[in-house]
């Protein structure tokens, strides 16, 4: 990932930041932007485009790869900080820029300051790090999309965190103050204490543990779980009082493994009690003790929750619940989608209340055309009684069962030939084809970067072109 250098941003110039955006608008359909798409979208002459990339590359804010079909620029993650940290200094928020203070699996944790010198704590999301990249299991990011980048998965995550804390922070809990965010930045109050880890003594164990055993049941009555409720992300302050960091991973208390994430954070609190201040209790928590009182869930559509569930609390609760317009668009898809496949599914039975005039109509058109795997088309007589033709489908059916009885007859006859091969010879086959596709996978890995190679190939493919058409340029060997 690489360390966050910000000297070189107060020597960026607009025009910079200009191609920067303009990578990140390509960036949303391209994984790699080619340079006339960068000089397009950043409304400036190719040539000083051009020259700017080769800058943000030196820097490293810009990454020129080789691709599969093209070649173009790639956003970095210094560059992605430079425009989220562009933006913020935009608003006042960020005025400058102090050491980092903390990393996390999947977050880098800096101090800095606004215009009048206070200081903040910001949080850059960095999503796919080696230790965490599994994250198609832990958090629904994806939800319908196949792949994403790092990048966008940085910035929903930051999202989230965003919209938890402040939902967090109205209900009065003791979590830090939301200042800001900016796609994968999040700007908060600093908190002026300790990591839990890092505390070796405590003077009021008891009351402590009943505090962040409490905080569980509070979160839980209002229909959230931490999901990660240990002691490297609880700050204690000096007047020992616990204050609640890091929420991308909360679920609602709806989630089907709703019970198992609320368990396990009570059981990491026991546990560091237990090892840390020899302290062990036997009241705690249980999942069956919630008592739903709000929908904190419902209001940032927490992991595991739907819309359906979000009426009936709503209901249970005695709050209005007002369908959107998007909502009831939704639902008029989906009960569109619902008759067309009605309709699609009844077409050779005899017509019900509503699509009977339609299936006759489709029934009475002449020669229909029915393919089958033979690729011979027999046409189907025009039905009066709206009945389809079972000679017709007995014939495919038929010619379905010949045709499966012929696959297995060759494929037992391929395995009567494979016998007949010498073990030897299948592990020698064998270890050749294991060393191809390793020779082939390292092929893929080295990728030529920069554009001195992409030079030098366009230049060889031209050579080779001229050389096949000697008739057109005259050239001779």
Known sequence: MGKLNVSIMRYLTPEDFRVLYAVEMGMKNHELVPGPMVASNANLQHGGVHKLLRELCKHRLLSYERGKKYDGYRLTNSGYDYLALHSLTKRDVVASFGNQIGVGKESNIYIVANSDGYQLCLKLHRLGRVCFRKVTEKRDYHKHRKSASWLYLSRISATKEFAYMTALYDRKFPVPKPIDFNRHCVVMELIPGKLLNHVMEVEDVDGLYDDLMNLIIRFADSG????????????????????????????????????????????????????????????????????????????????????????????????????????????????????????????????????????????????????????????????????????????????????KSSKKIEEESKESTATTIHPDEIKRRVKKQIAMKEKNDHKKKCVAKGEASAVTRTRRENIHTIRQSKGIWGYED
């Open 224 to 403: 959230v779980i931490h999901g990660d409720f240990n002691e490297f992300n609880i700050i204690l302050t000096e007047d020992e009082k616990p204050i609640i960091i890091d929420f991308p991973q909360m679920v609602s208390t709806e989630h089907p493994n709703a019970e198992y994430f609320f368990n396990r954070d009570v059981n990491c609190v026991r546990e560091f009690f237990k090892k840390r201040f020899d302290y062990e209790s036997e009241l705690y928590p249980k999942f069956a003790d919630v008592e739903r009182h709000d929908n904190l869930d419902a209001e940032v559509l927490c992991s595991g929750f739907t819309k359906e569930m979000s009426k009936h609390i709503n209901e249970a609760l005695g709050i209005e619940d007002s369908e959107s317009e998007s909502d009831l668009e939704e639902e008029a898809d989906e009960n569109s989608k619902n008759k067309i496949e009605d309709k699609c599914g009844n077409v050779f039975k005899q017509g019900e209340d509503e699509n009977e005039e339609k299936n006759e109509e489709i029934l009475d058109t002449p020669d229909t055309e029915i393919v089958t795997n033979t690729g011979k088309r027999n046409t189907e007589c025009n039905s009066i009684n709206n009945s389809p033709d079972y000679s017709t489908i007995d014939s495919i059916m038929q010619q379905m069962r010949i045709n």
